[in-house]
C-alpha cells in the first residue's frame, strides 16, 4: 500500500479541506505578513499566538470526524462570505456601468435593480415581486 492510499484510508469519514478551512489559512497567511511588519515584543507575540490558535482550529476542521457540524459550520460561512462577495460585485458593477445604468433598490422586495440611465420620472417594474412603482433619475 503506497503513501497515498494511507493518507486516503486515514483521511475517510473526516471533514477534509472546505472553504471555511481555506478562508481561515488565508486568514492566518494575513496575520503572518502583517505580524511581519508589526514592531514590539508583545504585539508580536499576541499576533503569533492568534496565528497558531487559527491554524489550530483549521487542523481540527480538516481531521474532524464530526462531518455534519463542519458543513453546518461551513455553510453558515458560506451564507456570510456570499454577502459580502456579492456587496463588493454590485459595487464593481455599478462603476463599470456608471455612465450607462441606475441601480435602485425595489421598494417591496428589496432587491437591486438595474435600470437605463434615462432621466425623468419613469414607471419600473420589478421582475422578481412584479411590484411596480415610480422612479426619478436625476443624472
Keep these: 500500500m503506497g ?3 494511507k493518507i486516503q484510508q486515514f483521511m475517510y469519514g473526516r471533514n477534509g479541506f472546505d ?3 481555506f478562508f ?3 486568514l492566518t497567511l494575513i496575520i503572518s505578513t502583517v505580524n511581519f511588519f508589526v514592531w514590539g515584543y508583545w504585539a508580536s ?3 503569533y499566538i492568534i496565528q497558531l490558535l487559527i491554524l489550530g482550529y483549521a487542523a481540527f476542521r ?3 470526524k464530526s462531518v ?3 458543513s453546518a459550520e461551513n455553510r453558515r460561512f458560506q451564507k456570510i462570505w456570499n454577502g459580502v462577495k456579492n456587496f463588493f460585485i454590485l459595487q464593481k458593477n455599478r462603476i463599470r456601468d456608471i455612465k450607462t445604468h441606475r441601480y435602485r433598490k425595489c421598494r417591496y422586495c428589496k432587491a437591486t435593480l438595474r435600470l437605463k440611465r434615462r432621466r425623468g420620472k419613469h414607471t419600473v417594474r420589478c421582475p422578481k415581486c ?3 412603482f415610480k422612479v426619478n433619475i436625476v443624472v
Excluded: A, D, N, W
Design 3 to 5: 503513501f497515498l492510499q
Design 19 to 21: 472553504s471555511y478551512t
Design 24 to 26: 481561515l489559512l488565508i
Design 45 to 47: 507575540l499576541v499576533l
Design 62 to 64: 480538516i481531521l474532524s
Design 68 to 70: 455534519h457540524k463542519r
Design 130 to 132: 412584479r411590484g411596480e
